[in-house]
T-cell receptor
Framework: LAKTTQPISMDSYEGQEVNITCSHNNIATNDYITWYQQFPSQGPRFIIQ???TKVTNEVASLFIPADRKSSTLSLPRVSLSDTAVYYCLVGDELIKAAGNKLTFGGGTRVLVKP | DAGVIQSPRHEVTEMGQEVTLRCKPI?????LFWYRQTMMRGLELLIYFNNNVPIDDSGMPEDRFSAKMPNASFSTLKIQPSEPRDSAVYFC?????????????FGPGTRLTVL
C-alpha cells in the first residue's frame, strides 16, 4: 500500500477555500486516491475518490496531476461545520472481491474559524 | 437504510473482564471491517471479513482479541481479558464493491474504557 503524507493541521476562516495536499510518491498503477472526513465523536465518512485529473462532487473537488504522486482536496467556501480531520488514502479499488484494505494515516486536522 | 449499527455506544469495564462489541453492517454489503482509534496510534484496521470469511486479521493486537461474523448481518469483536491499554473507540465499517469502487461506511463507534 502506498504511504501518504499530509499536513498535520490547517486553520482557515469561514467562506475561504481550503486546499489539502497529500503526497503519495509510491502510488501504484491500479491505486485510487480516496479522501475521508471525520468529525469529532463520529466515524470517518467518504468524501471523494479519483484516479487522475479532476473529480468534483457536491462536497469537494479532487485534483490529481499527471504523475499522480500527489493529490489536492479542495473544499470550497468552508463553514464552521467543516471543522474535521481529513484523511487521504491510496489503495487498489479495482479488486474484484470487495474488502479493500485501507490504511489511514494521521490525517489533517482542519479548524475553520469564524 | 439505517447505516452501520454498533452497540453498545459506550462501555466501561474493569481490567480482566470480557468485552463484546457488536456490529450490524448495511444490508447488502459483503465486506465488514473492525478498526480501533486512539490518540496515540490513530485509526488502525484490526480485521476484515469478506462474505463472512475473515480475510486479514494481521491487525489484531494479540490473542486476547477475537472477531466473528456468523452471518451477513452480524459481527462481534471480543476482548478477553480486557486491559486498560485496550481503551479506545472501536469502529465497524461495511462496504460493497459497486462499479469498481469500494467505499466504506463507518458506524458511530463504541467508546471502550477499561479501568
Amino acid at each position: 500500500l502506498a504511504k501518504t503524507t499530509q499536513p498535520i493541521s490547517m486553520d482557515s476562516y469561514e467562506g475561504q477555500e481550503v486546499n489539502i495536499t497529500c503526497s503519495h510518491n509510491n502510488i501504484a498503477t491500479n491505486d485510487y486516491i480516496t479522501w475521508y472526513q471525520q468529525f469529532p465523536s463520529q466515524g470517518p465518512r467518504f468524501i471523494i475518490q479519483g484516479y487522475k485529473t479532476k473529480v468534483t462532487n457536491e462536497v469537494a473537488s479532487l485534483f490529481i496531476p499527471a504523475d499522480r504522486k500527489s493529490s489536492t482536496l479542495s473544499l470550497p467556501r468552508v463553514s464552521l461545520s467543516d471543522t474535521a480531520v481529513y484523511y487521504c488514502l491510496v489503495g487498489d479499488e479495482l479488486i474484484k472481491a470487495a474488502g479493500n484494505k485501507l490504511t489511514f494515516g494521521g490525517g489533517t486536522r482542519v479548524l475553520v474559524k469564524p | 437504510d439505517a447505516g452501520v449499527i454498533q452497540s453498545p455506544r459506550h462501555e466501561v469495564t474493569e481490567m480482566g473482564q470480557e468485552v463484546t462489541l457488536r456490529c450490524k453492517p448495511i444490508s447488502g454489503h459483503n465486506s465488514l471491517f473492525w478498526y480501533r482509534q486512539t490518540m496515540m496510534r490513530g485509526l488502525e484496521l484490526l480485521i476484515y471479513f469478506n462474505n463472512n470469511v475473515p480475510i486479514d486479521d494481521s491487525g489484531m493486537p494479540e490473542d486476547r482479541f477475537s472477531a466473528k461474523m456468523p452471518n451477513a448481518s452480524f459481527s462481534t469483536l471480543k476482548i478477553q481479558p480486557s486491559e486498560p491499554r485496550d481503551s479506545a473507540v472501536y469502529f465497524c465499517a461495511s462496504s460493497v464493491l459497486a462499479g469498481g469502487i469500494d467505499t466504506q461506511y463507518f458506524g458511530p463507534g463504541t467508546r471502550l474504557t477499561v479501568l
